[in-house]
């Protein structure tokens, strides 16, 4: 994985209007597949969807504090992916901290890249564990600012 920021202006997702996880991860996913280093790897939305749905099936991803990091690996990608959504209204999660989700992280890694994975999963969840930055990202006026910020923050970086 190269040292690029794991977010980009192609993978912010901004005021996403969604009312159930499954439509959220159809959503980050088909956007995923849209952005230009997903588009050609033969990736269906269904394959993600179902594998970030198998990943929740272990244990909630909704971390707490309005914000989910769902996360899954993926045969036929060659390094970790990132998107980010801002939900217009939040949604049910299964939160450990029972409180509907607005800020989520979606990382697909490819199926044998352990390391890389739970390194770059880490430093997402770094990121949005500050209060200050779920603050900032709350009140973003727009993708170019949800990038601006995500940006500026080392911890998001790849690893």
């Known amino acids: 994985m190269s040292n690029d920021n794991l977010f980009h202006g192609s993978n912010i997702l901004c005021d996403l209007n969604v009312t159930s996880k499954k439509q959220l991860l159809q959503e980050m996913a088909t956007k995923l597949l849209k952005s230009r280093k997903l588009n050609n790897a033969g990736i269906a939305c269904r394959d993600i969807v179902l594998a970030a749905m198998e990943r929740e099936r272990l244990g909630s991803t909704g971390v707490g504090s309005g914000v989910a990091l769902p996360h899954a690996r993926i045969e036929g990608i060659t390094e970790v992916h990132a998107i980010f959504a801002r939900l217009e209204t939040p949604i049910e999660y299964d939160s450990i901290d029972e409180r509907p989700v607005d800020l989520v992280t979606l990382l697909l890694a490819p199926k044998n890249a352990g390391g890389a994975h739970l ?9 949005l564990r500050k209060p200050d930055m779920r603050q900032r990202l709350r009140a973003a006026p727009n993708e170019e600012s949800l990038l601006t910020i995500l940006a500026e923050d080392r911890s998001a970086t790849a690893a």
């Open 119 to 127: 390194r770059a999963l880490a430093k997402v969840s770094r990121t």
